[in-house]
């Protein structure tokens, strides 16, 4: 069940808030709410208390606080500091928006941002680890105690620049997320499995690889979980995608025990359900507006693709 | 349980039985046993009795036939003429071979090709029309009476050069399977769920959308159903993949009542199953060499893949 539970245990997420500018051969978003952690916190705040370190500039519009204050979202780690926010300009193309390229980024004041946490976040039992360098995820670590499930995301860029950083990373968290490109280059293994297994060998208990419109699976030591992707019939802006899986994820996870394989594999279709709301619209409207009815339709569709015995009549 | 049932029906397939001649970076297999009649037959004829319509020429080798008498192919309806037996040649490239290129096809005796069904075939319950042009596929479904089940595959050729011919081929049929991008291509419609909709507008009861790595998609009416992909370490040679596929999947089939939902489902994961198994190594040679033993323990990893709720702790 979806909906947030009276138990839910907070969730620290740290990563960028950003201001993008989005186009597809048929539309424009303009000057919106972007960033990684703008998405997860969106998307975890359905489940479970959210809280936000990251920094904006004075230009940042405060409707978008109040978007987040409205969904309780703790901003007491948000840094507001002199200069422009964060901008990312970005162009899709292709028949399902699958090419993306990068116009623009103004890193503004992202370029000297240290996650500083308050003193009431330390005690995070789940952490999120949007991407950024992996020398501030590590930061982050060091700010945190007895977290009880640590996941961490990044890019093709830290990857290229930064191993040893990462690889320090992922001996420190419990769950790596990736794309299936990213897998594929850190480990050198052409096959997700033996790609998974390798990312499994620097100690985090679970890996899991988000492939878009193919769904995401869930590598454990021994085991492994299809989550399948929600059949769409448009997808408008892809951005996000990925944060909004992680939010459904850990929020799912919040409220539960991340421990048990069951829950993990039920977090999983959580995540792509908030991964497929994500990109049925520009910027994090439609995560913004999503209600519990329809998130509980969508994991019942998601929960039916995976069904293999029941009663019912075939087709027609 | 797959093994071949006491009262598995018999099934019919109608295709291309060849000698191939596949190259990959690191190996090289000459004059191998290829063709969709081939692949398909040997995965079937693990689960239920199987009748093939093809053809090939003198040259065929004897071993080959030896090889499908083995399993009680029954081979009534494979003509012997003079000339020269159906050859393809092609190379994969890309780290999971995920690249094909046709090097050569002779025609040799497929060009004059017509399938001719002996009598005592005509009544057979399941049909596997493989990927031939759909005007012989046609011929096939007039010489057949009371099919329960008639699947038909494809290639992007024909959806080039022949969108007629299939069109009425599909308003026949049970059954359509084809790969992403000719559904995709067939309709019109860059997403899976609006493509498989459009085919399914022309009667058949099921589109099965085949994804290799990403695993299948069986769509009815108003249901989906994802079968994961058998997780691998190696690819040797993805030729006949499809085949095999539906070899499983008919082969399933076979032993029980295909109007049941459940039963395509759990068809499904057969069929990958013996795609799986196809891939590792060139030519049918894994799926001859296969025993029920293995297919039990992939068909259990898969449905491990999509189960949900189950007992076990996580990871470690």
């Not at 208390?49 to 990251?54: D, Q, S, W």
């Not at 948000?78 to 970005?90: D, E, H, I, S």
């Not at 620097?202 to 679970?206: A, I, S």
């Given at each position: ?186 480990s050198?293994e052409?096959f997700l499995p033996a790609a998974a297994r390798a990312v499994l060998s ?5 890996v ?11 590598f454990?030591r021994d ?94």
């Open positions: 069940m979806a909906g947030r539970r009276i138990n839910a245990r907070p969730i620290l997420v740290v990563g960028s808030v950003a201001l993008d500018d989005v186009r597809t051969a048929a539309e424009h978003a303009p000057e919106v709410l972007g960033g990684a952690a703008s998405y997860f916190s969106l998307a975890a705040s359905l489940f479970a208390p959210v809280r936000m370190v990251a920094v904006v500039g004075q230009d940042f519009p405060e409707e978008h606080l109040q978007l987040f204050k409205e969904r309780s979202i703790d901003l007491d780690g948000l840094q507001v500091k002199p200069g422009k926010t964060f901008r990312w300009r970005a162009q899709y193309s292709g028949i399902r928006l699958e090419h993306r390229v990068t116009i623009e980024t103004q890193l503004n004041v992202f370029a000297d941002f240290h996650p500083s946490l308050p003193d009431a976040f330390r005690d995070s039992p789940l952490v999120f680890l949007a991407n950024i360098q992996p020398a501030l995820q590590l930061e982050v670590l060091e700010q945190v105690r007895d977290s009880a499930f640590i996941a961490c995301d990044t890019m093709n860029l830290w990857i290229e620049t930064d191993r040893p950083g990462l690889e320090r990373l992922y001996r420190r968290v419990h769950c790596v997320l990736m794309n299936a490109e990213e897998a594929v280059q850190f050198g052409p620097y100690g985090p208990r679970v899991i690889v988000k492939q878009g419109e193919h769904g995401s699976i869930l454990t085991r492994a979980f299809v989550a399948p992707a929600m059949p769409l019939d448009v997808v408008r802006d892809p951005t996000g995608a990925g944060d909004a899986f992680a939010g459904g994820l850990l929020g799912h996870l919040a409220g539960a025990d991340s421990g048990l394989e069951p829950v993990l594999r039920r977090a999983m279709l959580y995540g792509n359900v908030l991964g497929s709301l994500a990109v049925e619209d520009f910027s994090v409207r439609r995560i913004a507006g999503a209600g519990q009815d329809e998130i509980d339709r969508r994991l019942s569709t998601l929960i039916d693709m995976i069904t293999l015995d029941d009663s019912r009549p075939a087709g027609r």
